[in-house]
């Protein structure tokens, strides 16, 4: 079973991080979220989430997949936090799966993971005179790095996510128990 980071800062995107906890817990991994401060959260629209843990408490355990939800200000939170930074970095060491959504490649630019590649993210999020290309699509996947644009795109996001982690047959599996073509 797939081990999964979902750090959670004030400011996130309600339906980004919920559709990833979702999706990810019904293709049977272990999900985590961790705030930054091992309190309840706040998210952009005053949702409050009450994470599984603080972030100090995953400092030294490892994960298939970290992925960071967007939202602002939560996604310049996450990307402003060294301790963030630090498992983003030594999950692109260990060349495991990434995940970001909407501002969120801010953290992973912010890491320096990102030059050379082709991400995505919502409009405007990043500059365009950046290391990296911004392709515009829905969903980027380049090596094991794996962008999405905003809450529209955040089951197709998931979805890849499931993927990346559990194959092609296991993605089909949750898209149809959700009734989703």
């Known amino acids: 079973m797939a081990k999964v980071l979902v750090p959670l800062a004030a400011g996130f995107e309600e339906l980004e991080a919920i559709t990833i906890i979702d999706l990810l817990r019904r293709a049977g991994f272990e999900v985590i979220?961790?705030?930054l401060d091992g309190q309840p959260v706040t998210a952009s629209r005053k949702?409050?989430?009450?994470?599984?843990?603080?972030?100090?408490?995953?400092m030294d355990q490892a994960f298939d997949l970290i992925v960071l939800p967007g939202g602002l200000p939560?996604?310049?939170?996450?990307?402003?936090?060294?301790?963030?930074?630090s498992l983003i970095k030594q999950q692109h060491q260990q060349e495991k799966t990434i995940g970001a959504i909407c501002a969120a490649p801010r953290a992973l630019a912010a890491a320096g993971v990102l030059e050379g590649r082709t991400i995505t993210c919502f409009p405007g999020a990043l500059e365009p005179?950046?290391?990296?290309?911004?392709?515009?699509?829905g969903v980027e996947i380049d090596g094991n790095i794996v962008t999405s644009r905003g809450p529209g795109?955040?089951?197709?996001?998931?979805?890849?996510?499931?993927?990346?982690?559990?194959?092609?047959?296991?993605?089909?599996q949750i898209?149809?128990?959700?009734?989703r073509d």
């Not at 939560?74 to 930074?85: E, F, K, M, S, T």
């Not at 005179?129 to 699509?137: E, K, L, M, V, W």
């Not at 795109?153 to 990346?164: G, K, N, P, R, Y």
């Open 129 to 137: 005179d950046q290391p990296f290309n911004i392709s515009g699509a």
């Open 153 to 172: 795109t955040a089951m197709d996001f998931a979805l890849t996510l499931i993927e990346q982690l559990a194959g092609r047959p296991h993605r089909d």
């Open 47 to 58: 949702t409050v989430v009450i994470p599984d843990t603080s972030i100090d408490q995953v």
């Open 74 to 85: 939560g996604a310049d939170n996450l990307r402003d936090d060294q301790r963030v930074q």
């Open 33 to 35: 979220t961790a705030g």
């Open 175 to 179: 898209a149809a128990q959700m009734v």
